[in-house]
């Protein structure tokens, strides 16, 4: 390699942390993620202008986030490869809904939700593009409460390996096969009953 292309490689290289643990962004009282472009990360001294960060990881836990407003955009500004991103933190925020923007990050494996005030079940359904998800907590939410929350999640999310931080069984996976064949014979039961009343 040149001397130059050496050079060149460094002055790219300086312009972001050598950072390999995550971006953490947690316990700042943000309300959206854009507000943290005006933070510098925890474990990080100071943030240079259009610094970046080689990380894999997202931390935004412990804020007072709603929703996820740009969040796409905002990764792109601080992480060097937003489509590396493995594993994504909102625990504990003020999350009523899970937004489809976690669906654009291809490697994404892990995601953190749990402490949040989502109540919609139906919400989890979106995570099903995620097909690289293997671990998700979201218990501490409202749907917790919902009868059947655990084989709900796991009959929509058959590739998880770990839910809301248990390695998931024979018994777990059992438990949700058998729900998802109640839920679809009570669905084909609902159908049949619809058109004999019409």
Not at 164 to 188: N, P, Q, Y
Request: net charge positive.
């Amino acid at each position: 390699m040149a001397a130059g292309t050496n050079r060149e490689v460094r002055a790219a290289t300086s312009n972001r942390a050598k950072l390999d643990k995550p971006v953490d962004y947690s316990f700042m009282s943000l309300m959206l993620p854009r507000d943290l472009l005006n933070e510098v990360p925890r474990g990080v001294k100071e943030r240079k202008a259009n610094e970046k960060y080689k990380s894999k990881s997202f931390r935004l836990n412990n804020n007072h986030i709603t929703e996820l407003t740009d969040f796409m955009e905002v990764v792109e500004q601080v992480v060097v490869q937003p489509n590396a991103i493995s594993w994504i933190d909102l625990s504990f925020n003020e999350l009523s809904k899970i937004d489809p923007v976690l669906c654009k990050f291809p490697s994404l494996q892990i995601i953190y939700l749990h402490g949040n005030l989502i109540g919609d079940i139906s919400e989890v359904d979106k995570l099903s593009a995620v097909t690289t998800l293997k671990k998700l907590a979201i218990h501490g939410n409202p749907i917790e409460n919902i009868k059947n929350y655990k084989w709900y999640v796991l009959a929509v999310l058959p590739q998880l390996v770990n839910f809301d931080m248990s390695t998931i069984s024979k018994v777990d996976r059992s438990g949700a096969d058998d729900f998802l064949k109640h839920a679809i014979a009570v669905e084909k039961k609902r159908k049949i009953k619809m058109e004999d009343d019409h």
